[in-house]
């Protein structure tokens, strides 16, 4: 079995961007490119214990692509958004069936 840490006691903390020029083969092989260097972008971030006042001790730091860091943003906060629509909905559904039961003299 493989082992998955519990990280449902922590939050994602965004620390920076960070911007590192690398060999490219596409580039080297580019003879019009003035340079064999591409820039790849990287982000930074912290997992931190929920609820701390700050992420100085207990805590994991990650690196991963901007592109994957900026999709599984975008994918939490659509699930954030479409959560809170249902909730929303859920309680305009309640509040019209409680009125409708004071309607109903119930």
Known sequence: DEYIPDISTYSVKFEQCQ???AYDDDMA????????????????????PTGSDSCDY???????SME???EAYVD????QQDEWCN??????E????NNQN???GD
């Open 19 to 21: 911007l590192v020029k």
């Open 29 to 48: 092989d580019d003879e019009e490119s003035g340079t064999v260097l591409a820039t790849k972008r990287f982000v930074i971030f912290r997992l931190c």
């Open 58 to 64: 207990d805590y994991g730091e990650y690196l991963i």
């Open 68 to 70: 994957e860091y900026l």
């Open 76 to 79: 939490y906060a659509q699930d």
């Open 87 to 92: 909730t929303c909905n859920e309680m305009c």
């Open 94 to 97: 309640n509040g019209n069936n």
């Open 102 to 104: 004071q309607d109903n």
